[in-house]
């Protein structure tokens, strides 16, 4: 079995993780058999759930932590951390 990975990354798109944004990384974290976290803050919540990410609030320049555990895992912190850190403002 796997074991859990996890990356940081810093969010760079000026208005932050919310509605539109939010709901494309929970759709990707979907996609993937891992149970995958983000935590930010000090908070943590399942990435695959669009009201758990929306709690957090994620603003920029702050960072956040992308935790995957399952057979995709190494995908899918890469698929999820390249999203973050390619996302324009306005998404």
């Not at 908070?43 to 995709?72: H, P």
Request: charged residues 30%; negative net charge; hydrophobic residues 40%.
């Amino acid at each position: 079995m796997k074991h859990l990975q996890q990356q940081v990354v810093e969010i760079r798109n000026k208005t932050g993780i919310h509605a539109r944004s939010a709901s494309t990384l929970v759709q990707k974290a979907n996609s993937f058999y891992s149970e995958i976290s983000l935590v930010y803050e000090g908070k943590e919540a399942d990435a695959k759930s669009i009201l758990a990410v929306m709690s957090l609030g994620m603003d920029y320049g702050r960072e956040v932590v992308v935790k995957a555990e399952g057979e995709d895992e190494e995908f899918a912190i890469k698929t999820l951390t390249e999203f973050i850190n390619d996302l324009e403002d306005g998404e």
